[in-house]
């Protein structure tokens, strides 16, 4: 190949779904595998978006994101909680107003049922420590008692989320959770496309 000429890769030809042959999805295929590989790179970068955002917090989004996952590893939880930790808020980035729904969705085919579960509701469960300070219901949270996850989901708001917006706090650096976070997200570990 002469310099400056870039490798054509095989593409589907229909401009209709319903047009769709066989080698056509085996080209989507090809190409969707190789566009997933680089989601974890995808991720480093949303969260270093985080980065000088402090959105009125004493730390930025970033440095909470670092602190909550360095305080769940700390505590010897495994890599997928860790992983879960990390990203817990990348949802702020494009969607504030539901940014733990966004984390969850971002995850699901990649971590258990439990973690799953407690991404998509942390942010109603944090709400208990300041909800009625906006005029809010702090016990918004008991519409879930009595879910199974209900107290790992609260466990995780106490020990390591709210408590996360420490200046003084020496987090491990993003390069640390790399790692974890790649191995995380190598490849599904259940479908997301459900019968019924």
């Known amino acids: 190949m002469a310099d400056g000429e870039m490798k054509l890769e095989a593409r589907a030809s229909f401009h209709a779904m319903t047009e769709g042959t066989a080698e056509d999805w085996q080209a989507i295929a090809k190409a969707s595998a190789e566009f997933g590989k680089a989601l974890p790179d995808r991720l480093i970068a949303h969260l270093n978006l985080l980065k000088g955002d402090c959105g009125g917090f004493s730390v930025d989004r970033l440095e909470h994101s670092l602190q909550t996952a360095t305080r769940a590893h700390r505590d010897g ?6 992983v879960c930790a990390l990203l817990h808020d990348i949802g702020d980035i494009l969607g504030p107003a539901n940014h733990a729904e966004i984390g969850a969705v971002i995850l ?5 049922e439990r973690n799953h579960w407690m991404l998509e509701h942390h942010g109603i469960f944090q709400g208990y420590y300041f909800f009625h300070h906006l005029g809010l219901d702090r016990d918004m949270r008991e519409q879930f008692r009595g879910h199974p996850d209900f107290e790992y989901t609260a466990q995780f708001c106490h020990l390591y989320d709210q408590s996360a917006f420490d200046p003084a706090y020496e987090s491990m650096p993003l390069e640390a959770f790399e790692p974890m976070l790649r ?12 019968r019924g």
């Open 108 to 112: 699901k085919p990649y971590v258990s």
């Open 183 to 194: 191995r995380v997200v190598a490849a599904p570990k259940r479908s997301i496309y459900k």
């Open 77 to 82: 939880r495994d890599e997928e909680y860790v």
